[in-house]
């Protein structure tokens, strides 16, 4: 059963940095393409980063480029996304995801998700 588990969340001031992970379970995690995305309130879900298998190719959303990174260890079986400059607007659930592949202008294709974390920022 593949499983993955966001962590990372909270409440942070707009120019404020988190880092958040997501672990996975259940299948070869090197074999997978990974992602994150997000859903504001009041808002439909958005793509926000997805990297290949061996992380060499990453694709980011320009509301994120510059900001956010993307990376995976998949000796550890995580992804995580390392959100810097974070303004109000990023405020958001983030979800994980596997599988599928990384075309020119997104993620699509996913088969997991997770149950997301809240990130907040505060102006």
């Known amino acids: 059963q593949v499983q993955l588990v966001e962590s990372g969340g909270g409440l942070v001031q707009a120019g404020g940095s988190l880092r958040l992970s997501c672990a996975a379970s259940?299948?070869?995690?090197?074999?997978?393409?990974m992602g994150w995305f997000r859903r504001a309130p009041g808002k439909e879900r958005e793509f926000v980063a997805a990297v290949s298998m061996n992380g060499d190719r990453t694709l980011h959303a320009d509301s994120v480029k510059g900001r956010f990174t993307i990376s995976r260890d998949n000796a550890k079986s995580t992804v995580y996304l390392q959100m810097n400059s974070l303004k109000p607007e990023d405020t958001a659930v983030y979800y994980c995801?596997?599988?599928?592949?990384?075309?020119?202008?997104?993620?699509?294709?996913?088969?997991?998700w997770g149950k997301g974390t809240l990130v907040t920022v505060s102006s």
């Open positions: 259940g299948r070869t995690f090197s074999s997978y393409v």
């Open positions: 995801a596997s599988g599928g592949f990384i075309g020119s202008f997104g993620y699509y294709g996913m088969d997991y």
